[in-house]
């Protein structure tokens, strides 16, 4: 019988792989108990039946055995869940389980023909109970469940068809039909295992997307808000922006009783500048203008766009005299040097501008 997934996704092995880790960690402490304690009540039930140091070897060794699983519970129990497991730990668990569950068949070999009907039905109803919590506690892990109860269920199996069967048939047909139903459960529990993290892989991978659509959204939000405010061919502050912010501006001088004073800038016969290199040449030219007129001005200076070569600056804190200082550092800017745009071409560039000041 094999275990598979079906329409596996990497995701879905990995997060497979991690439950099934997580899921013996957490089931260690149960299992721990139960197969030592059963394995003394076993010794009990035998122990006038059986060699009594064959006894106590059995019950010591379920202690030895189990109590590396139970360090392991100890190390593994407040660490957080694990991102990822290698797919060796499931092959580890199988032959772990496999061990334990051998060292039960080679009870069941030995003990079954030692007792009497009350001692082998009481062997039955333990080694049966044992095998029905390992396919409820190993649904996460069904080849480590059944590498644990196949070995001693079918060494049950054989000893009671060996021995019962001539005389008492029902008991060999009531452990088999128990080993089937073991077999199906354990079937039908992965099943139910592998969809549950199917379902908790594709609620993670929906919440993924959904957030990355909120994070594609709100940077399409904050590129539209951009656009809507910034002039897209040159960066600068387009028309609505310019007059939205220099109303406060205007409003703290008019306060503090500060000179403001504005100037608007236009590019010389730009029209020419299009007409005989071309609107691409036209833009670079646009572009560059800007680039000189805000590496020119303060900081606190706000340049804006507010026409195909028209330029508008706010200077706050700024009389008439220095505005015009500063707008002849720009004048300087932009003839002084050609633009070189994009075809190769440098291009000479003149500026005119008018200033004025805040009156009441």
């Known amino acids: 019988m094999r275990f598979t997934v079906h329409n596996p996704s990497e995701a879905l092995l990995r997060e497979i792989r991690v ?51 139970a360090l392991s519970w100890r190390r593994l129990r407040d660490r957080p869940r694990p991102a990822k497991v290698s797919a060796i730990n499931e092959r580890r668990a199988v032959i772990f389980s496999f061990t334990v569950g051998m060292l039960w068949a ?29 396919v409820s506690f190993f649904s996460s892990s069904p080849a480590a469940s059944m590498a644990f109860y196949l070995p001693f269920m079918l060494t049950l199996l054989g000893q009671a068809i060996t021995f019962m069967a001539p005389r008492a048939p029902v008991l060999p047909a009531a452990i088999a039909v128990f080993v089937a139903s073991a077999v199906l459960f354990t079937q039908t529990s992965w099943g139910q295992f ?3 993290v199917r379902v908790l892989v594709d609620r993670d991978r929906l919440l993924q997307e959904a957030q990355r659509s909120g994070v594609q959204l709100e940077l399409m939000l904050s590129r539209m808000s951009d656009l809507a405010m910034v002039d897209e061919l040159t960066g600068l502050k387009n028309r609505r922006s310019f007059f939205d912010d220099i109303e406060s501006v205007i409003a703290g001088s008019r306060r503090r009783g500060k000179p403001v004073a504005i100037a608007l800038l236009d590019l010389d016969h730009f029209k020419d500048v299009n007409d005989t290199h071309g609107h691409a040449s036209g833009d670079d030219v646009l572009r560059e203008v800007a680039r000189r007129i805000e590496q020119t001005l303060r900081q606190e200076q706000i340049v804006g766009r ?17 505005a015009l200082i500063a707008v002849e550092r720009v004048r300087k800017a932009i003839g002084d040097e050609p633009i070189t745009v994009g075809s190769g071409v440098n291009i000479a560039v003149t500026v005119s501008g008018g200033i004025a000041s805040l009156a009441d």
Do not use: K
Not at 57 to 66: G, Y
């Open 19 to 69: 439950s099934q880790a997580v899921a013996r960690v957490q089931q260690l402490p149960t299992i721990f108990v139960a197969n030592p304690l059963l394995a003394a009540f076993v010794a009990v039930v035998y122990w006038d039946h059986v060699f009594r140091t064959l006894l106590v070897i059995f019950v010591a060794a379920m202690v030895v055995i189990w109590t590396p699983a």
């Open 106 to 134: 080679v009870a069941a070999f030995v003990l079954f023909p030692a007792g009497g009907p009350e001692e082998r039905a009481a062997l039955v109803i333990l080694l049966a109970g044992l095998c029905a919590g390992a």
């Open 194 to 196: 592998v969809e549950n």
């Open 306 to 322: 507010i026409g195909g070569e028209e330029f508008v600056v706010l200077l706050p804190d700024t009389s008439p005299q220095q």
